[in-house]
């Protein structure tokens, strides 16, 4: 059996493509594309592998996006969880306690042990209104 008729039986029967053919055969890409345009069958298996691979990334990309989706769905379900935690929370009254305050910016607070306190830190200062509290006792 001849190269031609070996890259032929691998392509059109086994349905390799021509890089695998290439290293199998130890051919020269170039070569088995040649050869292989020139069966008249090659136009069609063309097409119906460039169809499967539509079929393929269309089907990958269904499953990406529902991956993605679900990722988002999960933020967004826990994003909802806090959203409702903050607003019981927050709603029970007109003004919040000291403590609660601290939790939802503790961001802005540094701990000292000796006072047994929280403070506003060094750099927030100059940024936070009168309203919040620049020391909160913490026993």
């Known amino acids: 059996m001849s190269k031609k008729d070996k890259i032929i039986i691998l392509y059109f029967k086994e349905k390799m493509p021509a890089i695998e053919i290439s290293k199998r055969l130890n051919v020269v890409q170039s070569y088995i594309t040649k ?8 136009s069609i298996e063309k097409k119906r592998r ?6 393929k990334q269309r089907n ?6 529902r991956k993605v989706r679900k990722e988002k769905a999960a933020t967004n379900e826990i ?3 806090q959203h409702i935690q903050a607003s019981c ?3 029970g009254r007109k003004t919040i306690n000291k403590r609660a305050f601290r939790n ?3 961001s802005i607070y540094e701990y000292y042990k ?3 306190e929280y403070r506003v830190k060094k750099d927030f200062k100059d ?13």
Do not use: C, G, H
């Open 114 to 116: 000796k006072t047994k």
């Open 104 to 106: 939802w910016n503790a």
């Open 60 to 65: 990958f990309n269904k499953e990406n996006m």
């Open 50 to 55: 460039k169809d499967e691979n539509k079929i």
């Open 127 to 139: 940024q936070v209104s009168y309203a919040t509290p620049k020391k909160i006792k913490w026993d």
């Open 35 to 42: 050869v292989i345009k020139q069966d008249s069958r090659y």
């Open 89 to 91: 929370e927050l709603s």
């Open 79 to 81: 994003l909802q969880m």
